[in-house]
């Protein structure tokens, strides 16, 4: 797969002026997660060019489009990694472009990486913890109190996040160093450690990336129990078959634009879509 | 914690406070007041370094501003040393903060010059500033602490001080690792980027950081000058900030009595070592690389293999049941529900 | 202030002669940092233990380990001889201190570099002992008169070694397959391995070849100073903040750095306060941490979320 050159800023800049696709539009009022018009530029190169999307709640959404299409790019700047150069991210009818990381994260966004980000000499179950970070308060000067909130909090902070690892099939790799799991393992620990945080969004930078046949199946079940549990997913996929069983939307991305948007099986038959791919069928991507 | 290991420190302390009933010898105690001061800065360090990942090579320079602050406001003031050493270890938190702030940007090899670069202008500072440092001839004169009518003026004495000062920091540094602050800490440590995604406010959490590691810095300082009653520019120098990050790795960098067991070793080694006389620090830079080739998590993770090793029915958390779950068993995910 | 436009020439010509030294040294921490990613806290002592052993054979008579020894040699075989063995050196150094440590990391990396810098400091006490020792220039008059001004030629030695030196490295980078492989190396390890480039013989090269820019600094500025086990200390120190002055990384940024860190501090020291002369290095680098951390010539780096 080799990564298609990007436009250059004088194309993109053209291209913004067109206004956004109507469909977008449409669906905004019951849009968890409104992004209009985003651009993030690297130097001279535009990442993602203009973009709408709309995330419903309690969908789960995929974004997907050929290497370089500026999907990571576009949940790094959703979630305050990188700052956005235009264009405005809602969620929940709030303004959160150009807010920190952190501060995206306390307000419900969680997030995984595409080339796992584990706190690796800890534990699982401590970095589950860490997930919980967000909704829990024992400060500097609480913690050198020990009994009472503190220890109360501490031990519901445990109990959740061994909760969350049941869910996630890992109870019992509780005590083990997070780097010393296996790869597919170790994608499980950081979506609990995203859970941890009860967001009401959850983004997935290729869950399935690496993953064996046996693990996707997995990953499908745990993605499917998450929406259950009520979080809205953006995720990004290469693996086509996960996509289409598992998505109720999904976005297409070419060159850091939207060329598409739709339920799977208008995806499919998408003219465009087809031709981003270079021609490729889409299970092949 | 259990049991056991609780029982173990309550031993360790007991021994501890008993000491000075057995050995009379002023050179032992003093070491021993020495070594235990150094566990305080060392801990301090541990803090910054290990807990939080982030290199510090001016712990000699903040024990030095705790150590003029407490000397300054006691011989220049005539304050009682107690409000003294609060003032050492609110100056050195605040000269904590003035440094860490700047140094937020700056990672591993950068931060390291950086603070060295402290260091240097802060030692260069306590050499000219005559008028508040007295120069390299240094601040004599300063006043031993006193509670109630007791005067701290012996070593033995003054041992208890630091064994209590040594007790309490240990206790706030073991409560900050074990709790939300500490797993914060060690989350900026491991991985800076998914710690900010997490919800953590990497900024905030590696000024506490820096803070910390100043007032514990600040403390010791401030318990040195009192103890030796001198102070000269000399102590507090690059050379010393590396003994310190030393002891720190030495002992294991993240663990709390690694540090004390680190400056207690270091602090005595150049007593045991004496019959090399000039060649023993070369001896001790040579077994700084041992140490670090050989011994990658310091003497506590060595104590840690050697009992895994010798006592075969501790758990073996390794990634043998990981590797097992990676069936398909995703609990809690119920049937399939169609897009 | 009185300005006086000689002593500022003066000035310039030994500010600029510091400088070199300060740029030969950050050259060597570049190389060694663009080829394994770590900085060598050594580096100082790769300019103390050469001068060590050239005044051991300069002089008629040193001691050594409390004799006195006799054994004053040729100087250009002297400076032969210190060469080879720092090949000896660079090459033992990287097999101690950096290689068994070359995955984890760079903190290991910096203890054990500052492990070999205490050994060899006190390594050269026991051996040398604490007397500073003067090197024999290789001149016989201290300054020379070029109209009103009065400059000292070890200053223009210096100047002009390392003009060769920067032009010799640029001949080496630009125009040798060595040079290309140590700069396919810098750029991208995994890479260079893949097109069959040893990775393992171009760090050695690198280490050995940094091992001899600190040894021609050391013969060269030892000469102005005295050798002591503390000379390489300080400068190291003002070497590493020069190339970050620079941008880290950036091979021009080191020569700059270094040279605008020696005429800065010359003049600082002058005009400004000779008791803070030492620290002027490091404001400049607090002072362009803060504002450009990118230095002069680097680029940008953030981390890739």
Not at chain 2, 53 to 58: I, R
Not at chain 2, 92 to 120: D, E, K, N
Not at chain 3, 162 to 187: D, N, P, S, V
Not at chain 3, 235 to 256: D, Q, R
Request: with cysteine; charged share 15%.
């Amino acid at each position: 797969m080799s990564e298609p050159v990007v436009p250059d800023s004088n194309i993109g800049r053209d291209a913004a002026a067109i206004s956004a696709p109507p469909d977008a539009i449409a669906a905004a009022e019951s849009g968890l997660l409104e992004v209009r018009g985003l651009i993030k530029r690297f130097g001279g190169v535009v990442a993602v060019n203009a973009l709408d999307m709309t995330v419903r709640a309690g969908d789960v959404h995929a974004l997907i489009g050929p290497n370089g299409s500026g999907k990571t790019t576009t949940l790094n700047v959703i979630s305050g990694l990188y700052r956005a150069d235009g264009g405005s991210i809602r969620f929940d009818g709030v303004e959160i472009a150009g807010r920190a990381a952190h501060a995206i994260a306390s307000g419900g966004i969680a997030r995984t990486f595409q080339n796992i980000r584990l706190f690796g000499e800890l534990s699982v179950l401590d970095n589950v913890m860490i997930g919980r970070h967000v909704r829990t308060r024992v400060s500097f000067v609480s913690a050198l109190f020990p009994g009472g909130a503190t220890a109360r909090e501490e031990r519901e902070t445990r109990e959740r996040a061994l909760d969350l690892l049941r869910f996630v099939g890992l109870e019992s790799a509780a005590g083990a160093a997070a780097r010393s799991l296996p790869y597919g393992d170790q994608r499980r620990v950081e979506i609990a450690r995203a859970l941890a945080s009860e967001p009401r969004l959850l983004l997935l930078d290729e869950p399935a990336a690496g993953m064996n046949p046996a693990e996707t199946d997995t990953l499908v079940a745990l993605l499917r129990g998450i929406r259950e549990r009520g979080a809205t997913l953006l995720l990004i996929e290469h693996d086509m078959n996960l996509v289409m069983s598992v998505s109720d939307t999904i976005t297409v991305l070419n060159f850091g634009q939207h060329i598409a948007e739709g339920p799977p099986s208008a995806i499919a038959r998408n003219p465009d879509v087809i031709t981003a791919y270079l021609g490729g069928t889409l299970d092949a991507a | 914690m259990g049991g056991r290991r609780a029982l173990w420190i309550a031993g360790i302390i007991g021994v501890a406070a008993l000491l000075p009933v057995f050995v009379h010898s002023d050179y032992v105690l003093t070491l021993l007041d020495l070594a235990g001061i150094y566990a305080i800065a060392v801990m301090g360090l541990g803090i910054l370094l290990g807990f939080t990942g982030q290199m510090s090579l001016a712990q000699a320079a903040f024990l030095g501003i705790g150590a003029y602050t407490s000397a300054w406001f006691t011989t220049h003031l005539g304050w009682p040393v107690w409000p003294a050493m609060a003032a050492a270890i609110v100056m050195s938190a605040l000269v904590g903060l003035a440094v860490g702030y700047p140094c937020l940007r700056l990672s591993g090899h950068y931060l390291a010059l950086a603070t060295i670069g402290f260091g240097i202008i802060a030692q260069l500072v306590l050499i000219n500033w005559k008028a508040v440092t007295n120069g390299s001839d240094g601040i004599t004169g300063i006043p031993p602490p006193q509670i109630g009518p007791w005067v701290l003026d012996t070593y033995g004495k003054y041992y208890y001080l630091v064994l209590a000062a040594v007790l309490l920091c240990a206790y706030i540094a073991w409560r900050i690792k074990t709790t939300r602050v500490g797993r914060a800490l060690h989350a900026i440590r491991e991985n800076e980027i998914a710690a900010r995604a997490t919800g953590i406010d990497a900024t905030r959490y590696k000024i506490i950081a820096f803070v910390l590691a100043g007032a514990y810095a600040g403390l010791a300082g401030s318990l040195l000058a009192h103890d030796i009653k001198f102070i000269s520019p000399d102590s507090y120098s690059f050379d010393q900030s590396v003994v310190f990050l030393v002891m720190l790795i030495l002992g294991g960098s993240s663990s709390i009595s690694g540090a004390i067991i680190g400056a207690l070793l270091l602090t005595m080694l150049p007593e045991v070592l004496r019959p090399l006389k000039s060649s023993y620090i070369m001896v001790y830079g040579a077994a700084v690389i041992a140490m670090i080739v050989f011994m990658p998590q310091g003497l506590v993770g060595l104590f840690s293999a050697l009992r895994t090793r010798f006592e075969p029915r501790t758990p073996p958390r390794a990634s043998a049941p990981a590797g097992l779950s990676n069936t398909p068993s995703a609990a809690g995910a119920p049937g399939a529900e169609p897009a | 202030m009185h300005v006086d436009p000689v002593a500022n020439m003066q000035l310039l010509v030994s500010g600029l002669a510091i400088g070199s030294i300060y740029a030969l040294v950050a050259l060597g921490f570049v190389l060694i940092y663009n080829a394994v990613g770590v900085v060598n806290f050594a580096q100082g002592e790769f300019v103390m233990f050469p001068s060590y052993i050239a005044v051991t054979f300069l002089l008629p008579a040193t001691a050594v380990f409390g004799t006195i020894v006799h054994w004053q040699l040729p100087v250009l075989i002297v400076y032969a001889l210190v060469l080879v063995l720092m090949v000896g050196f660079g090459l033992l150094f990287n097999r101690i201190a950096y290689h068994p440590l070359r995955d984890r990391g760079w903190l290991p990396v910096v203890i054990s570099t500052i492990g070999v810098s205490i050994f060899l400091r006190n390594a050269a006490q026991i051996t040398w002992g604490s007397q500073p020792i003067v090197m024999p220039s290789l001149f016989t008059v201290d300054t020379i008169a070029a109209g009103p001004l009065h400059i000292r030629p070890q200053d223009l030695l210096i100047i002009g070694v390392t003009a060769l030196l920067i032009a010799f490295q640029y001949f080496l980078f630009e125009r040798t397959t060595l040079g290309k492989q140590m700069r396919a190396t810098a750029q991208d390890r995994t890479t260079a391995r893949l097109i069959g480039i040893r990775v393992g013989r171009i760090v050695s090269i690198t280490f050995v070849y940094s091992a001899l820019l600190g040894t021609i600094s050391g013969l060269l500025v030892a000469p102005l100073f005295t050798v002591t086990k503390e000379m390489g200390g300080l400068i190291a120190l003002k070497a590493f903040a020069a190339s970050i002055v620079g941008g880290f990384g950036s091979i021009p940024g080191a020569i700059v750095g270094g040279l605008a860190i020696g005429v800065i501090e010359t003049f600082g020291g002058f005009y400004v306060s000779s008791s803070y002369v030492d620290a002027i290095a490091f404001i400049i680098l607090i002072g362009v941490l803060l504002f450009k951390p990118s230095g002069l010539f680097g680029e940008r780096v953030t981390e890739k979320a």
